[in-house]
């Protein structure tokens, strides 16, 4: 059951109530000056310092990002005939791209590496007036500020006390970034490139040593020679007995034009014999001729890998290109026409409003020591307090 207040109590508390307001009255009266002065003071020491500081400017860009791309692995995919060669290139479809292409690229414009190359390109050393790459490094990492939004836009800001030096900064991130793509391999396409380069230099070496093997036998056992001799005798002598079957059809065997023909299908005979023998064709052909063969396989079977690691090379280098061209390039950096800070009227309004505070809580700090000194109980206690830390400053 709830129990009303006495008319006298209320009295009471409102009567406390007004006391307490009037003691914090009290106190804004007793440290008026305190309570202007302190502003004042840190209003002017903040304004000094704010119009000793010189104005900066930004300037800002935006980029977009390239896609990855995928049309070397979609060319392999449609040559059917070579399937299995590009199976063993390793360069099948589905690979796998780069997820967070934004991230990265954001991680790499914040780099020690892009920082080195902007600090040894616009000489910064000279402009934060430092010889350390450290110290360049944290200066050019506080004047620039890197966001990537949603709709897969790259913003890009740089601070300098030089509106056109800002600008120069801004875009020159930028032109880093395009200069440095394809030496750091950022994009798919890029990655595909390495590989097809690799490939394309174990196929050439394939190539090679396939030739050099065929060589050495060509010269060894004389095989191409002959059997391209033999190939032509024997294609003659086959020609020269069409002609003299057609001849026996209305001439007989003493007529002139047949006897020549005889006489021309003999000497072919004589000629392929010589070749055979002289060569020792006959004799080397069960074990020569297969490995002429197997050769000749390998070597065909080497330049259709070496063709195809050709046609995934260049591709993979037309793709890397466009891949690096394709950094659209948005808005690029202007030199700003207004400065972006520092906002001095704002830095003394809340440097006058933070001392103003302060203040207070000095004023009543200082009330509070005083009304406790006056008060016995609490003046004792004090000295207590003081007692104890005079003693263990002694001790230490």
Sequence with gaps: MLTQKMPEEQTIAGRDFEINLLDVAIVFAKYLKLLIALPVITGLITGILAFRSPNFYTADTTFLPPKQASSVSSMVSSLSSLGNISGMLGMGGGSGGLSGANEIYVAVLKSRYMQDAMIKRFKLFEVYHTKSKESARMALAEQTEIKTSKDGLISLQVSDTNPNRAALLANGYVEMLLEKNNDLALSEASQRRLFAEKEFLNAK??????????????????????????????????????????????????????????????????????????????????????????????????????????????????DESKAAASIQVVDRAVVPEQKAGPSRSRSVLVAAIAGFFGAIVIAFCIEAYQRVKQDTESASQLETIKSYLRWNKVQS
């Design 205 to 318: 070496d394939r190539l090679s040593d396939a030739e050099i093997s065929l060589k050495k036998l060509q010269e060894n056992t004389g095989l191409i020679t002959v059997g391209s001799q033999i190939t032509a005798l024997q294609a003659m002598i086959k020609s020269t007995e069409r002609q003299l079957a057609e001849m026996s059809v209305y001439s007989t065997p003493n007529n002139p034009d047949y006897i020549k023909t005889r006489q021309k299908l003999n000497n072919l005979q004589a000629e392929i014999g010589k070749a055979q023998q002289g060569s020792g064709y006959v004799s080397k052909a069960p074990e020569k001729v297969l490995d002429f063969m197997r050769k000749t396989r390998d070597l065909k079977y080497a330049e259709a890998i070496y063709q195809l690691a050709l046609q995934q090379l260049t591709l993979a280098k037309v």
